[in-house]
C-alpha cells in the first residue's frame, strides 16, 4: 500500500478543480484524465503551501500563483524533462480555461497564456541515410522471411508499425489496371487511408498472406497472426528489426518509425508535393509533415541548380541583334557594340574559368578596338 498516493488530499479548491478535471474527462482517454487529476493535486499542494490564504477561485492571480509555480516546476532538482514541464502547463492550462467556463470567470483563462508553454522538442528518429537504407533492404530481401517481408511492406508504404500489425488480411484492393492500394486501419490520429502501391509492395502483402496461411492459430481476419497479445507482436517485430541491422552492418540502432520517415524523404525527392504526401502518411497538418522529411545537403543543392536555371534573374542565353542597317562609320560603331555585347553575354553564361577568362580577354580587345574607331571618327 502507497499512503501517499491514497491519503485523502484537502484544499479550499480541491472540489472545484476535481469537478473540471471530471468534465473535461469525458472526451478523454482514463489516462489523460489521471494526468489532468495529477497535474491539479500537484499545483494545489504547492499553492497551499507558498499561498496559504488562497481559498477562493477569485483570489487567483497571474503572479504570483501561476507565474510562481511556474518557476517551481523550473527550479525542480532534479530538473523535470521538458515534455513533463511542458505536459503539466497544458493540463493546467486545460483546467483553467474549463474553470473560466463553469464559474463564469473569464479571467481565468488568461492566467496561463498560450505564449507560456514552450514548444516539444521535436525528438522523431531521422530518416535512414542512403547506404544503411540500401544495407538494410539488401539484407531483408536476402532473408524473405515473415519479419523481413514485414519491413519491406513499411519501408515502401510508410505506414507505423501499430498500424501495419492491424492489417486485415484482405487490405489489398484493385484500383485500376496495374494498380493497386492497400487499406490503412484507424491509426494514431484515429484515421484511416488508402496508400498506392506497386507491384514490388503487392507481392510483399501475398507472401505475408502465405506465412499467415502457414501459421497454426485459427484465422482472425488480420494479415499477421499474434502469438499473444499486440504489444508482445511489436515487441519480437522490433527485436528483429534490431537483429537484422546488426547483420547487415549498420553501427546505428535502427527503429521502425524511420522507414517511415525514409519513406517520406523519398517520396519527396521524387516530386510528391506536399498536399499529397500528407495524405499517404495520414497527417491532419502540413507542420507534421515537415518534420518527417530528412532534406539532405545533395538534394538543396540540387533544388537550388534548378530554381536557378528557372530563375528570371539568370541571363538567359545570349541572341545576336539583328545587323546594324546603318551605313557608313556609325553602322560600324553599332557593329562592335553588337560584337562586345554578345561576347559579355556568353563570358556571363560560361561556368569554365579558363573559358572566362579568355573571353573576358576578349571583351577588353574589342573595348579597345572601339576606342581607336572612334578617334579616327573625331579625326
Known amino acids: 500500500m502507497t499512503p501517499s498516493r491514497l491519503a485523502p488530499f484537502t484544499h479550499p479548491l480541491a472540489s472545484i478543480f476535481f469537478a473540471a478535471v471530471d468534465s473535461l474527462g469525458a472526451a478523454l482517454a482514463p489516462e489523460s484524465t489521471r494526468l489532468y487529476r495529477g497535474t491539479a493535486r500537484a499545483f494545489l499542494t504547492w499553492l497551499g503551501t507558498h499561498h496559504p490564504n488562497v481559498a477562493s477561485l477569485h483570489q487567483l492571480r497571474r503572479d504570483p500563483h501561476i507565474l510562481g509555480w511556474m518557476a517551481a516546476l523550473r527550479s525542480r532538482v532534479p530538473p523535470l524533462a521538458p515534455v513533463t514541464y511542458i505536459t503539466r502547463l497544458i493540463t493546467l492550462r486545460g483546467i483553467l480555461s474549463e474553470l473560466a467556463y463553469t464559474a463564469q470567470l473569464a479571467e481565468l483563462g488568461q492566467l496561463l497564456r498560450r505564449q507560456d508553454i514552450p514548444r516539444r522538442p521535436h525528438s522523431l528518429p531521422r530518416a535512414l541515410p542512403a547506404e544503411h537504407d540500401q544495407l538494410l533492404q539488401q539484407e531483408l530481401l536476402r532473408r524473405n522471411d515473415l519479419g523481413s517481408n514485414f519491413f519491406l511492406l513499411l519501408r515502401h508504404t510508410g505506414m507505423r508499425i501499430g498500424e501495419a500489425v492491424d492489417l486485415a488480411f484482405d487490405c489489398l484492393y484493385t484500383s485500376g489496371p496495374d494498380q493497386w492500394t492497400i487499406h490503412v486501419p484507424l491509426g494514431k490520429l484515429k484515421t484511416e487511408r488508402m496508400v498506392p502501391i506497386d507491384s514490388f509492395t503487392r507481392d510483399l502483402v501475398h507472401r505475408l498472406r502465405f506465412f499467415r ?167
Open 213 to 379: 496461411g502457414l501459421d497454426p492459430s485459427a484465422p482472425d481476419g488480420r494479415l499477421l497472426a499474434r502469438p499473444g497479445s499486440r504489444h508482445a507482436l511489436i515487441r519480437q517485430l522490433r527485436s528483429y528489426l534490431h537483429e537484422v541491422s546488426a547483420s547487415a552492418g549498420i553501427p546505428a540502432r535502427v527503429v521502425p518509425h524511420q522507414l517511415r520517415h525514409t519513406y517520406a524523404s523519398e517520396l519527396l525527392r521524387c516530386g510528391m508535393d506536399l498536399p499529397a504526401l500528407m495524405k499517404v502518411l495520414g497527417h491532419a497538418s502540413p507542420e507534421m509533415t515537415m518534420v518527417y522529411l530528412d532534406i539532405a545537403l545533395t538534394d538543396l543543392q540540387r533544388e537550388f541548380e534548378l530554381a536557378r536555371s528557372h530563375s528570371l534573374h539568370v541571363t538567359p542565353p545570349p541572341r545576336t541583334p539583328p545587323s546594324s542597317t546603318r551605313q557608313g562609320f556609325g553602322g560600324l560603331v553599332e557593329s562592335l557594340l553588337t560584337a562586345q555585347h554578345v561576347v559579355e553575354m556568353y563570358r556571363r553564361a560560361v561556368s569554365d574559368p579558363t573559358a572566362r577568362r579568355s573571353l573576358e580577354r576578349l571583351v577588353n580587345r574589342l573595348t579597345k578596338i572601339l576606342a581607336e574607331v572612334k578617334k579616327l571618327e573625331t579625326t
